[in-house]
Structures are given as structure tokens and as C-alpha cells.
């Protein structure tokens, strides 16, 4: 169901965002989380499932999809790209069925095709979501010893080379965790925040000194 749009504006990242934010109504959304060599723009984690969603408004370009695809592949239960209708047509070859697709308008967001279950999760680039101390904490409740001295491209190591270490298991833990963490994530964003409101005044008094030296300095090379 598309959601209505208040006003008429460009289909932008931010725009598609706020008609994405209110479909996610159980548990947590986290924008721009870490995923292997990108950042998802918008993961919606619930204690059941994580669907990872990729937004390309009409400034962007589609030359990062195979890579975010990949990335997002390895950790996210779902995946779904919502795109405007300008990118449509050349996503869709780029895209298994498997991905889910919703499209923005003025109107809101239409979908397209809903993402279906996705069966390529993998432990290690799953357990790079989290903290490494997090992952062995993980690895020791199940009885792993030796883990503690373990370097994170070890404890990875670790991951893909076992097939013992439940995935489900490892999901539900990472779900877990991430939920947890996320009052301190929007406590540590309120303050950073306020931390640039306080210093903008800073900022502006120090760029008009050094236009005014700028100036000085020209107005003393012209009298030269």
C-alpha cells in the first residue's frame, strides 16, 4: 500500500526514506549499517528476520548494485531495492528473483515484486555485523575454547571453516544484539548532535576571521 505523500518534492534519498521509515513497524530500522564493503541504507531488524533495503533515488547511479547485492546477500534474511521509475527497467536484469523491489513516486512507494526468503546467508560476513567481543562471547557460551586471544580475521576464519556453528543460531544472537545496542546508537547520535550545534557557532566566528585575513591579505598585495 502506497503511503501518501504530504507535498510534491524530487525523488531524492531522503524523500523515499520517509515513505519507507512508517512500513517498518516491528522492531528496529538502523540507517546506514555496515555490510561487508558498503553500507546498507536502511535495516529493518525484527527478533525473527533482517531485511536490508537499498534506496536509488533519480541523482543515482546503478553501478554499485552488484557489489551491495553481494554484500547484503551474505547477511540479510530479505533484500529489497527501492528505486524510482527511471531505474527500473535496468535493475531488474540485475537483480535474482529473490530480491524484492518497490518503486517511488510522488504518490509513495508501489511494489514492484515483495522479496521472498533469501537461502545465501553465510556465518562469517553475518558475524561482522558485530562487535568482535560480541562474536566471542558467542563462540565461548558454545563451548569454543581458545577463542579469546583470537584476532577478528581468525575468529572469521573460524566461521567459514565450520559447519558445527548453527546459522540460525548466529542470526538470532546478531538480531539480538543489534536490537540491544540500538538506545545507546540514538543516544550517542542526540549527542553528537548537540555537539555540532554547540561548536557551528565556533565554526562560522572562525571562517569569517579567516575571510576577513583572506581579504587583508589580498587588499595588502593590491597596494604592493
Known amino acids: 500500500m502506497a503511503v ?20 517498518l513497524t516491528e522492531g528496529i530500522y538502523v540507517d546506514e549499517l555496515p555490510t ?29 548494485v552488484k557489489n551491495q547485492l553481494r554484500c547484503y546477500a551474505e547477511v540479510y534474511d530479505f533484500v529489497t531495492f527501492v528505486v524510482t521509475e527511471k531505474h527500473l527497467a535496468k535493475l531488474l536484469p540485475l537483480l535474482p528473483q529473490w530480491v524484492g523491489v518497490l518503486v517511488a513516486s510522488d504518490s509513495g512507494l508501489r511494489p514492484h515484486r515483495p522479496a521472498a526468503y533469501n537461502a545465501t546467508v ?76 554547540r561548536l557551528a557557532p565556533l565554526r562560522r566566528k572562525r571562517r569569517l576571521k579567516q575571510a576577513a585575513t583572506r581579504k587583508k591579505r589580498r587588499g595588502t598585495a593590491v597596494k604592493k
Open 4 to 23: 501518501p505523500c504530504p507535498a510534491a518534492f524530487s525523488m531524492n534519498d531522503p524523500a523515499i526514506r520517509a515513505f519507507l521509515y512508517p512500513l
Open 36 to 64: 561487508g564493503t558498503t553500507r546498507a541504507d536502511v535495516v529493518h531488524i525484527t527478533p525473527d528476520f533482517m531485511h536490508g533495503y537499498e534506496i536509488k533515488g533519480d541523482a543515482d547511479t546503478l553501478q554499485r
Open 122 to 197: 553465510e556465518r562469517a560476513p553475518l558475524a561482522s555485523l558485530l562487535l568482535l567481543d560480541e562474536v566471542k562471547q558467542y563462540l565461548l557460551a558454545l563451548g569454543w575454547r581458545g577463542v579469546s586471544q583470537l584476532r577478528r580475521a581468525e575468529v572469521l576464519q573460524l566461521l567459514r571453516s565450520t559447519h558445527t556453528i548453527s546459522l540460525s543460531g548466529l542470526a538470532q544472537y546478531a538480531r539480538e544484539r543489534l536490537i540491544s545496542r540500538m538506545p545507546q546508537r540514538l543516544l550517542d547520535r542526540a549527542e553528537r548532535k548537540l555537539e555540532r550545534q
